[in-house]
Antibody, heavy 124, light 106 residues
Framework: QVQLVQSGAEVKKPGSSVKVSCKASGGTFRNYPINWVRQAPGQGLEWMGGIIPVFDSPNYAQKYDGRLTITTDESTSTAYMELNSLTSEDTAVYYC?????????????????WGQGTLVAVSS | EIVLTQSPATLSLSPGERATLSCRASQSVTTSLAWFQQKPGQAPRLLIYGASNRATGIPARFSGSGSGTDFTLTISSLEPEDFAVYYCQQRSNWITFGQGTRLEIK
C-alpha cells in the first residue's frame, strides 16, 4: 500500500522560506521519482521540479531555478521541497507526486501516487 | 516549453452522455501524455498514461487516444462521480500540464 504523507499547512511572511516534507511508504524509496506540483487557489496544476533518489540529481522548472531546492533523505524515505524568497504569488497547495518504479522495463508510470497536499499561505 | 491547450474549458453534459475532451500540444510529444482527474479538495488522480493506457483501477469507460500533437480523453457514458476537472500532462520535454477542462453536470 503506497502512501505519501505531507507535512502540515504553513503561514509564511514575504521574503521567507518554506520547507515541505513528503514521507513515502511502499516500495524501495530510491527507485521511485518524486515530483512537486503546486496549485494556486482556483488555478491549474504546475510542475515545479522532481528528483530520482537513486541518482540524487534534481531537475527544476526554469521558472523556479535558483529559488527551489528538492532533496531526499533515504534513511526516512522522505522528500523535501524548499522554496525561498516567498511572495504572495507563492500561496498555493503544494503536492508531492511519485512516479512508478524508474527501472520498470516499460518505464515509470507518471505521477502514479499523490500526497494529500500542503497549503502554504504567504501573507504579511 | 511545450504548451498544452485543452478544449473546451468547460463541458456541460448529463449522466449517461459521452464526453470528449481534447488536448493539443505545441509540438510533438509522441505518446508521452497522461490524463488526470481532480475533484474539489482532492489531489489529482492518474487516469491514462502513454496516451492510451488506463492506470490501475480506472474504469473501462475512460479511454485515451492520439499521438504527436492531438489527444483525446473519452468517457463513454458519464457517471455522477465523473464530474470533475481533467488535466492533460506531457513529459516528452520536461513536464507541463494543460490548463484543465471542467466537466460539469448539465
Amino acid at each position: 500500500q503506497v502512501q505519501l504523507v505531507q507535512s502540515g499547512a504553513e503561514v509564511k511572511k514575504p521574503g521567507s522560506s518554506v520547507k515541505v516534507s513528503c514521507k513515502a511508504s511502499g516500495g524501495t524509496f530510491r527507485n521511485y521519482p518524486i515530483n512537486w506540483v503546486r496549485q494556486a487557489p482556483g488555478q491549474g496544476l504546475e510542475w515545479m521540479g522532481g528528483i530520482i533518489p537513486v541518482f540524487d540529481s534534481p531537475n527544476y522548472a526554469q521558472k523556479y531555478d535558483g529559488r527551489l531546492t528538492i532533496t531526499t533523505d533515504e534513511s526516512t524515505s522522505t522528500a523535501y521541497m524548499e522554496l525561498n524568497s516567498l511572495t504572495s504569488e507563492d500561496t498555493a497547495v503544494y503536492y508531492c507526486a511519485r512516479d512508478g518504479n524508474y527501472f520498470d522495463a516499460s518505464g515509470p508510470l507518471p505521477f502514479e501516487h499523490w500526497g494529500q497536499g500542503t497549503l502554504v499561505a504567504v501573507s504579511s | 516549453e511545450i504548451v498544452l491547450t485543452q478544449s473546451p474549458a468547460t463541458l456541460s453534459l448529463s449522466p449517461g452522455e459521452r464526453a470528449t475532451l481534447s488536448c493539443r500540444a505545441s509540438q510533438s510529444v509522441t505518446t508521452s501524455l497522461a490524463w488526470f482527474q481532480q475533484k474539489p479538495g482532492q489531489a489529482p488522480r492518474l487516469l491514462i498514461y502513454g496516451a492510451s493506457n488506463r492506470a490501475t483501477g480506472i474504469p473501462a469507460r475512460f479511454s485515451g487516444s492520439g499521438s504527436g500533437t492531438d489527444f483525446t480523453l473519452t468517457i463513454s457514458s458519464l457517471e455522477p462521480e465523473d464530474f470533475a476537472v481533467y488535466y492533460c500532462q506531457q513529459r516528452s520535454n520536461w513536464i507541463t500540464f494543460g490548463q484543465g477542462t471542467r466537466l460539469e453536470i448539465k
